[in-house]
């Protein structure tokens, strides 16, 4: 499912325009991307839990040449599934 997909299943549902649904969903994924940029955990219980994650410098290789490069440390969006959502796919 993509977000046009995503846009009309959840207008069609709430009777709102589809202009409307895809403003609240682009709201709601602005807000959840800038809270974790700060570093705060967004929890939507029964859903899951988006966080801010760190990953180490480490050294990698480029696959063309196979010469060695240095990866630098950087921050990382993660997402961890909540025990009803779980339950849910399984």
């Not at 959840?10 to 700060?38: N, P």
């Not at 029964?46 to 950087?74: D, L």
Request: glycine fraction near 8%; hydrophobic fraction near 35%; aromatic fraction near 6%.
């Amino acid at each position: 499912m993509n977000k046009a997909q995503l846009v009309e299943k959840i207008a069609t549902e709430t009777k709102l325009t589809k202009a409307q649904t895809e403003q609240i969903l682009d709201q709601a994924l602005e807000t959840i991307k800038k809270t974790v940029a700060k570093g705060d955990d967004v929890k939507l219980v029964g859903f899951g839990t988006f966080s801010r994650g760190k990953r180490k410098a480490r050294t990698g290789r480029n696959p063309q040449t196979g010469a060695s490069i240095n990866i630098p440390a950087c921050k990382v969006p993660r997402f961890k599934a909540g025990k009803e959502f779980k339950e849910f796919v399984n």
